[in-house]
Every structure is written in C-alpha cells, then in structure tokens.
C-alpha cells in the first residue's frame, strides 16, 4: 500500500497517467462544435447565396429605374414607391389580395381541420379517403386550371348543370365577369389547397391520446364539443403553423391560377399583388415598379406571419 505524504524529506508517491482515460469533456465538445460548423457550411452558403442574396437584390432593385433587362439602369430612390402607391392598380391589386385571404383562409384552415377531425376518427374507408384527398395535390397547376375553365366557361359544366335544373337565368361568364372572377379564383386555391391540408390535420389530431376524448364524451360532450374545446386547444400550435403555410401560399402563390385563368381581368377585378409582380417584370418591363411590389408583398408576408403566430401560441 503506497502512503501519500507531504511533510517535509518524504518522497511523494505518484500515479501515472491513464493513457486509456477518455478526453475531457470541454475538449470533445469543442471538437464536436467545430465539427458541426464545418458540415454546416454548404447549407449556410447555400442559404446566402439563394435565400439571402435575391431578398437583397429584391431591395436594391427597388430602389433604381429600370425599365428592361437590357436597359440602362439609374438609380430612382423612392421615386418607386410614390409611383407604386399612387397606381390605381396597385390599390385595386392590394383590395383583392385583402379579400382573398380574408375568404380563402378562414374557409380553408376551418373546413380542413373539421375534414381532417373526421378522417382522424379511422372511419370506415378512412384510408382511402386520406388518398382521395391527396388527388388535387397530384395535379399539375395547368391541369387545374384546365379543370374548372372547362366547368366555368360559359357553355361550361357548370351553366349546363343551371340550365338542366332550371336555373338557364343564374348562368354567367364566371370567369370573365367582374363580380365573380376572385370568387373563382379563391374557389380554386381553397379546393386545391383544402385536401392537403386536411391530411395534415388528420395526422396531427393521431397523435393525440385517444383517453382526452374519450373523457370528454364521457362528460357528455359530443363530437363538435370534443373537435373545438379539446381537440383544437391541444393542437393550437401546429394549426398555427399550418395556417401560416397556407398564407403564405395564397398571398405569393396566387399568380399563377390568376395568370392560367383571368389574367389580372376583367380589367383588374381579379389583380393580385403576387401577379402585379409578375405582370409589372414580365410583360410591363418596368423591374423597378415590379421589385418596390415585390417588397411591400415581403412585408405584408412577414407581418401577417407575426400576427398568425401571436394568435394561435398556445396560452398555458
């Protein structure tokens, strides 16, 4: 048995190291961070270089008069902004993207949740209900918008159906006609996006344990009681992230039914902000006035994000 001392003329007894001992903890974590910094660098230059650098461009552009890409470029300030504020179009475009969401969100985010409660309860056929509402995300945006031209258009499904019951006198140019072309229009972005969204409902509303509702019927609540004041504050959260996904898609993603479709008309009875954009770069040639749009649609984004989020955190 080896004795330590420290008095005075005695020899003090040391163990080797152990070789075999692990390295300490605060260098293996330094070596794991510079490790993960490493393999995040072509995902940070990606992300700089796609993500960063056209928000960027998006801005400076914004800021010069540029009336083609092969045009002289000077620079206009906020000459762009004055001018994009004073259109008349821009103001009808931005009444019209107001009522889209206002209409299409709400229909689209209720009606998806209540479908999605109800193929989440495995009724009989459930699973092929889950794919039967997969089929509009399947399809192409050409091919729907070929779908309902062929059921709006005036000697279309829809008015023949008016006709055959006796309705010859509602039947319209649905989509040529200044009343009804955005109803049309948010028609097709709540059928294309309500099925997909409902899946995804459906697979959130799984996972939650089948003891909270059953508890809650034995209570005596019934299935709407259990879908909104169980069932939806459990999942508040992730309906929040849902509805911003679907925001974020009716407010950039409508350009392209509008283009399929209407064309911004009757006039600009059915002109998205989203379209404005596409409209002002691509056939106006005018990238000035498209990219001062293209900034105020990024901040409407970012602002109705913050709101969405603020709005459906959860509260306990």
């Known amino acids: 048995m080896t004795t330590l001392s420290s008095a005075p003329g005695t020899t003090t007894a040391h163990r080797p190291p152990d070789r075999s001992s692990p390295v300490p903890a605060p260098a293996a974590r330094e070596r794991r961070n510079q490790g993960g910094v490493i393999l995040a660098v072509p995902a940070l230059v990606w992300y700089l270089v796609f993500m ?143 099925g997909f969204t409902a899946v995804l409902f459906a697979a959130r509303l799984g996972s939650v344990p089948d003891e909270i509702g059953e508890a809650a019927q034995l209570d005596g609540a019934g299935h709407w009681r259990t879908m909104w004041r169980v069932h939806f504050p459990v999942i508040r959260d992730f309906v929040g992230v849902v509805t911003m996904l679907q925001f974020l898609w009716t407010l950039f993603g409508s350009a392209q039914n509008v283009l399929l479709l209407t064309q911004g008309g009757p006039g600009t009875s059915s002109t998205t902000l989203s379209f404005l954009v596409y409209q002002k770069a691509f056939i106006a040639a005018d990238l000035g006035y498209s990219q001062t749009v293209g900034v105020i649609l990024f901040l409407v984004g970012l602002a109705g994000l913050l709101t969405i989020r603020r709005v459906f955190r959860q509260n306990y």
């Open 52 to 194: 960063v650098g056209p928000l960027v461009a998006i801005f400076v552009i914004a800021a010069l008069h540029w009336p083609g890409m092969l045009q002289p470029v000077s620079f206009a300030g906020f000459g762009n902004v004055r001018t994009v504020l004073a259109d008349p179009v821009f103001l009808d475009a931005v009444t019209n993207t107001a009522v889209q969401l206002a209409v299409a969100l709400p229909v689209m985010i209720v009606g998806a949740y209540m479908l999605g409660y109800y193929v989440a309860q495995n009724p009989p056929g459930h699973r092929v209900l889950r794919y039967l509402l997969f089929i509009p995300g399947l399809i192409s945006t050409p091919a729907k918008a070929m779908v309902f031209y062929a059921v709006l258009s005036p000697d279309g499904l829809f008015n023949g159906a008016l006709e055959k019951v006796g309705l010859g006198s509602l039947t319209d140019a649905w989509l040529a006609s200044p009343s009804t072309a955005l109803l049309c229009l948010i028609l097709v972005d709540v059928w294309s996006g309500i």
